[in-house]
């Protein structure tokens, strides 16, 4: 699938991956919307800057954890923008949330942003990308899914979820629509994260360094226009670090 002329929607679009991944689908062509729930000067000023590179993209207000919210977001992208040819869950929670401390509010919040909000967009889009015979959504997950952070857990759980849920999506939407996962490692680091705790990591990373944003964009770019025998997949993209 050539991006170029196609409609992609990007979750969390505003800042950081998200946004990496925004610029890249820009950058192929692509008429672009993005949500953001937080990041109003952030979007606004993405939106402005794209519109001036001649980009079509709408910036959509948008708070996962709202069922409601997430409708209204898809109805607004496809009356302005056309149905949506491909979908990127990158927006997230990620909080730290140690166990004997975590509320069930903590639980809720991450399992509704992380999980029950993909779940709600690709039900929004799937049918229709059925119907036209062609799309693409690509999940971002975490290699803690397969190895949770202790003080993590219900962010954890919801990228477990998460992968269950891409590899159930792409046996209910093939052979029309292919669903692939992304298991990234540490791409960016959590703000005031320690320097012991950084070097122990890259201790633990066979290639020694993080990965950046525009790896990601990369990886999703793959997904959607060259993988095309591809469904159902977790790409690792955390430098070796699940491997050891």
């Not at 991006?3 to 925004?22: C, H, K, N, S, W």
């Not at 993209?57 to 923008?81: F, G």
Request: aromatic share 6%; proline share 6%; charged share 20%.
């Amino acid at each position: 699938m050539d991006l170029a002329q196609r409609t992609v929607l990007v979750t969390g679009g505003a800042i950081r991956v998200g946004r990496a991944i925004v610029e890249a689908a820009a950058a192929r062509g692509a008429r672009v919307a993005f949500t953001y729930r937080n990041s109003g000067g952030p979007a606004a000023a993405l939106a402005a800057d794209l519109t001036q590179q001649g980009t079509t993209v709408r910036a959509v207000r948008c708070d996962q954890r709202d069922p409601e919210a997430i409708r209204a977001a898809v109805s607004e992208v496809e009356t302005a923008l056309g149905p949506v040819d491909v979908l990127v869950n990158s927006a997230a929670m990620f909080e730290r949330t140690p166990f004997a401390e975590a509320t069930l509010e903590d639980w809720d919040a991450h399992l509704e942003t992380n999980l029950r909000g993909p779940w709600l967009l690709s039900q929004a889009v799937g049918p229709g990308m059925r119907a036209r015979g062609c799309g693409a959504i690509v999940n971002l997950v975490d290699i803690a899914a397969e190895r949770p952070y202790p003080a993590y857990l219900p962010y954890c759980a919801s990228k477990a979820g998460l992968v269950a849920l891409t590899r159930g999506l792409a046996r209910v939407l093939a052979p029309e629509v292919r669903v692939n996962g992304i298991a990234i490692g540490t791409v960016l680091w959590p703000e005031d994260y320690p320097d012991a705790a950084k070097a122990a990591t890259l201790s633990r990373t066979p290639l020694r360094r993080t990965g950046t944003p525009g790896d990601v964009a990369e990886a999703v770019v793959y997904l959607v226009e060259r993988a095309e025998f591809v469904t159902g997949a977790i790409l690792p993209l955390d430098g070796g670090r699940s491997l050891t």
